[in-house]
Each structure stands twice: as C-alpha cells, then as structure tokens.
C-alpha cells in the first residue's frame, strides 16, 4: 500500500497529490494518506465519494484516511 505524507499540507495540496497517485490504482488497491489537518477528510470524502474511505486518528491531531477504490 502506497503511503502519502501530506503534513503540514493544506487543502487542496492532499487532494492534489492523492488524484495523481489514485488514477494508477487498480480496483481494490488502497492508498494511505497521512494528514495533520481535518479539512483533509472532509475534501477525501467530497472528492473520492464513489469510493471507500476509512479513517483513524492514531494520535491527538493526526488522522491516517484509507482510500480504496472501487
């Protein structure tokens, strides 16, 4: 699973960067997207919504979205 590192990128630095690796998936496959900023989910999940979207706050602040496609 590819992992991208968007830390301190505001919106729509994440998006961005999630299309250009997103359109090289296959169905199925799963990205990770790391991200410091909750306006980053809420863009996921508006810009990806035919797809799968799962996330986790693993630590006060940071959010890791788990983005597999359909």
């Keep these: 699973m590819q992992t991208i590192d968007c830390l ?3 919106c729509p630095i994440p998006v961005l960067k999630t299309k250009k690796i997103f359109k090289t998936l296959k169905s199925g496959e799963s990205i990770k997207i790391i991200s410091d900023h909750s306006c980053v989910l809420e863009s996921m999940q508006s810009t990806f919504k035919k797809h799968q ?5 693993v630590i006060a602040g940071v959010w890791e979205i788990f983005l597999t496609k359909v």
């Design 53 to 57: 979207i799962r996330s986790d706050e």
């Design 8 to 10: 301190g990128d505001m």
